[in-house]
């Protein structure tokens, strides 16, 4: 119906209760059976029957409003206007996208592959998702492992190779940590740190123990059907009593007489995708005190486990649970790595999900400014567009600075990863995977309170124009505990530097 071209003579004349007609954007809409669904009352629309209002929309909604109605109220655009195009794939805003200088053509290609394939299969879910508490369904799980997300999700490796395909053209062995990087940021844009959480947010630190310490034969049972979607994993190491105390967590395995199998038995607390997962990568005391008594186990869904969800300030649809193992028999072939290795694993598998944390929430702090950046420009105060206020500008030249440079941080860690193994990553950027995790969350605290001050009410508000701002205030703190607390990881980074220290350093 977009081709119709209609004087704007013609709109004028449909104005009443009975027959309205809008244009935004060159758009004429009919929105006279629309009237008395309008959320804002009917009264609204008659205010501007029969004109266009456009300044007076874009001051109310958000863009994914007419992409909602388009198809259904759009009758023709205006004559003597051009049909406005369709929003281009990859933003035109300042500083909202991420062109890092180790990109090839194929990560850009991979890129594209991946934002289309979100925009079509969880952008027009994710309030639905949000509202309703919960992961998306079982279909949606099959798909991504259709495609190879999932796969690539876990980063480079030969478990690329288990999967049926990968996205975006890009084979096996091209796949590097830039792609991984460029897929979590891709699946973040959607504005939920809950919801993404619930799609992978277990997987991605779940599985890769399974894969790197894990006996073939159990590798070989349960990782396709993961891949494939069929399945989902999530990593059980945090107690109620030892929180980040990982050494002195509580819950304990004792081998059978036989030797045939674990019994488990304890609780695990604040477990990502805990409520949907069907094997638990759990941390669990087999000797005695501290970390050389712990061990990694692989546990299945089963008689003895239950999983309870808990209540965050972020989405339900991240699955958060409270597990619980009573008297769970693990057969032995489910132990990861060697028995008493098992802090020695977690810690190694701490620096991949650090490193994913910083990327992941540095996407967020880009989507926060590319949102503010749209508002200011939109929003019109005292005369004039928001952005053009000095103090606004200010705002927004912080709120940049603090994401290019962690952005900066993040491409040369990711950078010196694609030329480090899987042990030599954890020896040498342990303490500054650390830090940058650390620094980007501080930079999301500079941007959260810089976001509410431009957004002002409509950033308190679970709806609309300031959704995405309102999840990320909800949100962002969780960088600061989750894979481990800012003030544990400082020290932690600070420990680890000093053992490279010269013994004869003076000044």
């Known amino acids: 119906m977009m081709e ?14 009975g027959d309205c007609w809008i244009v935004i954007d060159n758009l004429v809409y009919d929105v006279s059976k629309f009237l008395n669904f309008h959320p804002g009352s009917k009264g609204l629309l008659l205010k501007v029957a029969g004109t266009d209002c456009s300044e007076e929309f874009w001051g109310l909604h958000r863009r994914s409003i007419l992409d909602k109605y388009n198809e259904r109220l759009v009758i023709g655009h205006v ?44 952008m027009p879910h994710v309030e639905e ?9 079982p279909e949606f799980f099959k798909l991504m492992g259709a495609k190879g997300f999932i796969a690539c999700s876990l980063g480079p490796g030969p478990h690329l190779k288990l999967a049926p395909k990968l996205p975006g053209g890009v084979t096996a062995s091209a796949f590097d940590y830039f792609h991984e990087s460029i897929l979590h940021e891709e699946l973040k844009r959607i504005g939920s740190w809950g919801l993404t959480d619930g799609i992978g947010g277990g997987l ?62 304890g609780v695990k607390k604040w477990i990502t995708m805990g ?99 749209k508002w200011a420009y939109q929003r019109k105060v005292f005369g004039k567009p928001l952005i053009h206020q000095p103090q606004i500008q200010e705002k927004l030249s912080e709120m940049i600075a603090y994401t290019e440079s962690v952005q900066a941080w993040i491409d040369i860690v990711t950078h010196r990863m694609t030329k480090m193994s899987y042990a030599e990553q954890n020896k040498e950027l ?4 650390s830090l940058l995790k650390n620094q980007q969350v501080e930079a999301s605290r500079k941007i ?60």
Request: with cysteine.
């Open 4 to 17: 119709n071209s209609i004087p704007m003579v013609e709109v004028h004349k449909h104005n009443n209760d």
């Open 79 to 122: 004559s003597g206007t051009a049909i406005p195009a369709p929003a281009p794939i990859l933003s035109e805003v300042p500083f909202a996208e991420w062109n890092s200088p180790f990109y090839t053509d194929s990560h850009r290609t991979f890129k594209l592959h991946v934002r289309k394939w979100v925009n079509q299969h969880i």
């Open 129 to 137: 998702w949000e509202r309703k508490g919960i992961p998306p369904p």
């Open 204 to 265: 991605v630190i779940g599985l890769p123990p399974v894969l790197h310490f894990g006996k073939p034969e159990l590798v070989n049972r349960i990782v396709p059907s993961i891949l494939r979607g069929e399945e989902r994993i999530c990593l059980a190491i945090t107690d109620p009593y030892g929180g980040s105390d990982v050494a002195n967590i509580t819950a304990t395995a004792e081998k059978s007489a036989d030797g045939t199998h674990y019994v488990v038995n």
């Open 275 to 373: 409520c949907q997962a069907s094997y638990f990568t759990t941390l669990v005391r087999t000797g005695g005190p501290g970390a050389g008594g712990l061990s990694l186990l692989l546990i299945e869904r089963g008689e003895g486990v239950t999983t309870d969800p808990i209540k965050t300030s972020y989405s339900a649809a991240a699955g958060t649970a409270y597990v619980t193992f009573e008297n769970v028999k693990v057969p032995i072939g489910n132990l990861l790595g060697r028995e008493g290795d098992g802090f020695v694993c977690a810690m190694m598998n701490f620096i991949h999900e650090r490193w994913a944390m910083a990327v992941n929430g540095n996407a967020l702090n880009r989507l926060i400014v590319e949102e503010c950046f």
């Open 430 to 433: 342990a303490g500054t995977i």
């Open 448 to 507: 959260a309170d810089h976001a509410v001050q431009i957004f002002g009410g409509r950033a308190l508000t679970a709806s609309n124009m300031g959704v995405n701002v309102e999840r990320f205030l909800k949100s962002f703190q969780f960088g600061a505990i989750l894979g481990g607390a800012s003030s544990v990881l400082a020290t932690q980074a600070i420990r680890h530097a000093l053992k490279s220290m010269p013994k004869n350093a003076k000044l």
